[in-house]
């Protein structure tokens, strides 16, 4: 807490690294294992905890967004843009990539993901970065959100996939954090996030795959993905411009 109080962003920077070098190492584990996903779940599970503890014991759940949105579903278009979103690489084929336990395992493991970016990233990173100046933060928190996913290459990703990823991660991360912006609440962004990452282990995209080959099906969906992201952002921002920073401490 002293280091909070002290600093939001050096705190937010110590949360982003712990994680993104604890869930690599996590991956590694789980391949000298043979069992998919336990570390990394198991990681997940317990950051989670700790941050959730931090975050009752300290009281800061309103002022990070974990609450209901503020405005009606209606007017963010009942967020069917981020169902669409999520579910564009499904269309292309489905089917289950790991085994039961694998599925299970990543499944936890991405709704704690889901759970740990929004919290760190359009939760603490945002906040301590807002409270000198909005617009920067809402650049700095996207950008970063997307730029971690370099970190993806250390874990075997192709060049051209990952800046692919970083690319929507990016657009991702500026509509994540207009919707915190306009709702005052990241739940619907973590559930977002959750989905989104969880379709991961269904979506094949063999329709794609079979087609133009895996690296052109890779290029179609993130571009449909990325399309419908920068649709709906654009939406977002047009909304009535009214408090557009949830209530401070």
């Known amino acids: ?9 050096t ?8 994680y993104v070098f604890g869930e690599s190492a996590m991956q590694r584990i789980s391949e000298k294992t043979g069992i998919e996903f336990l570390a990394e779940m198991i990681f997940c599970i317990i950051l989670s905890l700790i941050i959730l503890l931090f975050i009752r014991r300290n009281s800061l759940s309103q002022y990070l967004g974990l609450k209901k949105p503020e405005i009606p579903t209606s007017k963010m278009l009942f967020y069917i843009p981020l ?30 993901v889901g759970f740990l970016e929004e919290v760190i990233f ?11 100046n909005t617009a920067r933060a809402v650049v700095i928190s996207s950008v970063t959100f997307g730029i971690g996913h370099f970190v993806n290459l250390l874990n075997g990703y192709d060049l051209l996939e990952n800046i692919l990823q970083v690319i929507y991660a990016i657009a991702v991360g500026f509509m994540l954090v207009f919707i915190f912006l306009r709702t005052h609440s990241i739940i619907p962004c973590i559930v977002f996030h959750g989905f989104n990452n969880n379709m991961t282990a269904f979506a094949t995209g063999n ?14 969906t993130t571009s449909i993905m990325l399309i419908i992201t920068i649709a709906y952002l654009i939406y977002i921002i047009r909304l009535p411009k009214k408090d557009l920073l949830p209530e401070e401490k």
């Open 83 to 112: 169902l669409l979103i999520g579910g564009t690489s499904a269309f292309f084929g489905l089917g289950m990539k790991y085994s039961l336990t694998g599925t299970i395992f990543h499944t936890v493991m991405m709704i704690g």
């Open 207 to 220: 329709f794609l795959i079979n087609k133009f080959g895996e690296k052109n099906a890779e290029i179609i």
């Open 1 to 9: 807490m002293k280091l909070f109080n002290k600093n939001e962003v």
């Open 11 to 18: 705190f937010s920077v110590v949360l982003i690294l712990i």
């Open 122 to 132: 359009r939760g603490f990173l945002f906040r301590g970065i807002a409270k000198q």
